[in-house]
């Protein structure tokens, strides 16, 4: 199991930056996440050149989302780079999880409920008459029931997701920003220890962190090392 509650996104479309983000924060970060638009610039070629930066844990962020039988089959096509964590779309419903649970029950099909850039009122333009923390809980209830074996939920919907899951899964929230940061295309968000103090499993943090590499290797270890002991 990793010593670190911290996940970096790789968010970058350079298979070399991405490489010397792994390498220079390895002694704060196990677990790497990889999206949908690295994956598919470089697909598992590109993965597979990632591992030669150092060993480390997969967070294979693809949010699939389609007909059970198709995401069965993505998630088919995928489980050869043994991710540990792989994200599927919670509003996908539960037949579509339970067949990427089945494909690869050794991977934990990682239900995402509401993203952390959309607010209340983006759910209210879509027509959907539900405040962000309703939706996410009965999304996150309605996936561990199918399942899946971790959830991605806003910071400020974890504590209540934890309490309806009641630990049948690991809570994993974006949405994590040190005090001070610019907030990016996030809406729903929290500092890093607040987090954890509210019942987070893992924190995926990118640019306050990766930002710092612009600076030198050195200044972008610093913050994740920051980080990591702000949490003890």
Known sequence: ?????????????????????????RDSIDIYKVGLEFFLKFGHDGLRKLYEFGDFELFLDLKLHDIPNTVKAAVDAVKDLSPR?????ASGGAPMISAAAQTAPDISITAVTVLTSISPEVLTEMGIESSPLNLATRLAANAVSAGA???????????????????????????????????????RVMTPRDAITAGSDYLVIGRPITSHFATSPEAMASAAKEILDSLS
């Open 1 to 25: 199991m990793s010593r670190s509650p911290i996940i970096l996104a790789l968010d970058t479309d350079s298979v070399d930056i991405a490489g010397q983000w792994i390498s220079t924060t």
């Open 85 to 89: 964590f792989l994200t599927v779309h």
């Open 149 to 187: 074996t971790s959830i991605v939920c806003s910071p400020l919907e974890v504590a209540r997701i934890k309490e309806v899951t009641q630990g049948k899964a690991l809570l994993i929230t974006p949405g994590v920003r040190p005090a001070g940061s610019a907030l990016g295309d996030q809406s």
